[in-house]
């Protein structure tokens, strides 16, 4: 599992870079699918990722900006870069007596639901897949090559 989290953490940083070679006009248009915007999907994924490891598994209390706080692409590379020194620690420390344990999540209507901490990480991992293939598919939308999301040849398996 940790293995997949550092794979979404060079894609993300891999996708930032990217966003450096494209117009601010370009990564806040409206587009169809998920967020609709590539600027704030970003900041989504940071913000789940975020959000449910600090504050849901770990019961921090947890300061998330609203977009319009961090609403460039330097002060979304910031909070990412804040939230992952919050988030790695507890990913790098995950052992298997972890992957039972339960975290209740608040819903909307104030009613509670027990998650497996096991199930949640791996919830993470997906949600942030899931939308780096949105930004693939709106970086040919507007002409550009996507970061590549292969996971081979990342140097995260060495023999």
């Not at 052992?95 to 639901?113: A, C, F, H, K």
């Not at 199930?119 to 780096?132: P, T």
Request: with cysteine; aromatic share 12%.
């Amino acid at each position: 599992m940790i293995k997949l989290f550092e794979y979404n953490w060079q894609v993300r940083n891999d996708w930032f870079d990217w966003c450096e070679t494209v117009s601010r006009e370009e990564l806040m248009k409206q587009r169809i699918g998920g967020i609709g915007y590539i600027l704030p999907t970003l900041y989504h994924i940071v913000a789940v990722e975020y959000g449910w490891i600090c504050g849901g598994i770990q019961e921090r209390l947890i300061d998330i900006p609203s977009f319009e706080e961090v609403a460039s692409l330097q002060q979304i590379k910031d909070f990412s870069a804040r939230c992952h020194t919050e988030v790695a620690p507890f990913v790098y420390a995950w052992d298997d007596s972890l992957e039972d344990r339960i975290m209740m999540d608040i819903l909307d209507d104030g009613t509670q639901e027990a998650h497996p901490f096991g199930e949640v990480l791996r919830h993470v991992i997906a949600h942030e897949i899931h939308h780096i293939g949105q930004l693939s598919i709106w970086s040919r939308e507007i002409g550009k090559e996507p970061v590549t999301a292969n996971l081979i040849g990342r140097g995260l398996f060495r023999f």
